[in-house]
């Protein structure tokens, strides 16, 4: 049986915006009678409004950014949009993927049932780079920058790669010892999908957090949590397009 867990941490708040680590099957806005994450963000904090600059999936937990004001929202949010912010997950899967380490691009065009499809088109491209790591258990973790901010982008390009994500509830299928008898839809206690990293720029500074996942039996594995600790700094890792923190020479 699983224990509740808080619906989030405070990870850092100004006059400006508020980060969070959401935990992981919350929603972004109210669901039937369970009030959305920002909802409950801003009930919890005492604040008169809160604006999501930027969207979670359910199943994703991690770095969240909220702006408290219109004027904050609109800065922020253009960031998002000029592609500006740095964003850095990590995923879990117990697939061999067909590449270790690359870059997917490519429209996403709508499946059945909700459900989003990799196409070979580029009207308009998803865009990703990612990383991957043995972890000595037979999962395989994934670091995944993603540079535009489709509709299950990270999801798709991990069942794209061979490797869907472990517990993903729409695009998981088949059976795995890792998921069997803990007793959610998928079979997992929880998608393993984390915001991971954010880095943006903020009134004349580059301000950057990396969050580890809490959540999760797998992602608290020792040989995972030891993994994860070589992508401390994730925007270090020799991205060929580098960092708003370490600029190309």
């Excluded at 809160?50 to 800065?75: C, E, F, I, K, W």
């Excluded at 991971?196 to 990396?210: D, I, N, R, S, T």
Aim: proline share 8%.
């Amino acid at each position: 049986m699983m224990l509740a867990c808080p619906p989030f941490s405070l990870v850092t708040a100004n006059d400006d915006f508020v980060l969070i680590d959401k935990a992981p099957s919350i929603d972004m806005h109210q669901r039937g009678e369970q009030p959305g994450i920002v909802t409950q963000v801003r009930e919890a904090l005492g604040f008169d409004e809160l604006y999501p600059v930027h969207r979670l999936d359910s199943m994703t937990s991690g770095l969240l950014l909220l702006a408290r004001h219109r004027a904050a929202n609109q800065a922020l949010s253009g960031l998002f949009r000029e592609r500006r912010v740095e964003k850095y997950y990590v995923a879990l899967s117990d697939r061999k993927p067909s590449r270790k380490q690359g870059r997917v691009v490519g429209d996403l065009l709508k499946s059945r049932d909700g459900s989003w499809k990799l196409a070979k088109t580029m009207e308009n491209p998803s865009v990703t780079r990612f990383l991957s790591q043995g972890t000595g258990l037979g999962l395989r973790l994934f670091l995944l920058r993603p540079f535009t901010g489709k509709t299950h982008q990270l999801r798709v390009v991990m069942r794209s790669l061979g490797a869907p994500i472990l517990g993903d509830p729409r695009y998981y299928s088949g059976t795995s010892p890792y998921l069997a008898g803990e007793g959610t839809l998928s079979g997992a206690d929880r998608g393993y999908l984390h915001a991971f990293g954010l880095v943006f720029p903020w009134q004349g500074e580059v301000l950057h957090w990396v969050v580890p996942p809490t959540q999760g039996r797998l992602f608290n594995e020792p040989a995972v949590r030891t993994s994860l600790e070589a992508w401390s700094q994730p925007w270090s890792q020799g991205w060929p397009e580098g960092s708003l923190l370490v600029p190309k020479p």
